[in-house]
């Protein structure tokens, strides 16, 4: 990892749009009828939407003629539609760095930070699948860059999701190297800290005059699969500028772990 002690003097812009609310309850209703545990008629579908009946009808009817829902003439009634098939379609044999990409992109632009996404690997470390600064960068990560697990805020993400029994976590801290270790003790405070926050932060621990903030993505089970990491130079971030990085890098790892890895309800698997 390379630092440049350039000043950044540009600041974040983005554009606060507002949101069209028959998209917004277009997309509500898909994602209802991609949980629900059958096809439903539309009263039901607007009640557990809370949009009114004819707003759901009109909809339905729209999302049925491009084919996104199926209507069941006879049962009166709506489910997911093949022409979803046709919007998916574009993302069979892409990779998961590919589509996490543009929430890294979004994330670095909003917050002037790098953000690195690292994939969790079956032999106890991170490796960086993918990146994304800003103009100007004053951190540089490669991408490939290969680390133990338990390293800085990534680490203290995946500590506290593994749930690691202390004599477990001390052993497999002495495998990281930091310039400044912190105390076993700080370390699985902050581990438990990140379980509850859904973010860590390393200040000054894993390399001197650099934070960290970090938050995993993860599967079915829990556990995590990749983590997004932003990394700047702490002289230039504030600790609350850095706890609002967090929280953003939080809310973006719970969209990508929805996405990627949907909870699927009890009742689908009887």
Request: include cysteine; proline fraction near 4%; glycine fraction near 6%.
């Amino acid at each position: 990892m390379k630092t440049e002690k350039t000043v950044d003097e540009s600041q974040a812009k983005r554009a606060n749009g507002k949101d069209v609310g028959a998209v917004v309850n277009a997309i509500q209703i898909l994602r209802h009828l991609a949980n629900a545990e059958g096809a439903e008629g539309v009263a039901a579908i607007a009640r557990a939407t809370g949009i009114s009946p004819s707003t759901t009808f009109n909809i339905l009817r729209t999302l049925s003629n491009e084919q996104l829902t199926s209507f069941d003439n006879e049962a009166k009634t709506y489910r997911l539609g093949l022409g979803l098939s046709e919007l998916a379609v574009s993302f069979i044999g892409r990779s998961y760095a590919d589509l996490i990409q543009p929430e890294l992109e979004r994330l670095s632009m909003a917050h002037q930070i790098l953000i690195t996404l690292w994939q969790v690997t079956d032999d106890a470390h991170i490796r960086v699948i993918a990146v994304s600064a800003p103009p100007v960068a004053h951190v540089n990560v490669a991408i490939g860059s290969r680390l133990p697990e338990l390293v800085g805020a990534a680490g203290r993400c995946i500590a506290g999701l593994r749930r690691l029994p202390d004599d477990e976590l001390r052993r497999r801290l002495t495998r990281v190297r930091w310039e400044q270790p912190p105390s076993f003790e700080a370390f699985r405070d902050d581990a438990i800290g990140a379980l509850e926050l859904g973010w860590a932060m390393d200040r000054d621990h894993l390399y001197r005059g650099v934070s960290m903030v970090a938050s995993a993505v993860t599967d079915h089970d829990r556990q995590p699969r990749f983590v997004i990491s932003a990394i700047g130079i702490s002289a230039q971030h504030e600790r609350a500028d850095l706890e609002r990085i967090g929280a953003s890098l939080h809310e973006a790892a719970r969209f990508i772990s929805r996405s990627l890895f949907p909870q699927v309800p009890a009742s689908k698997h009887d």
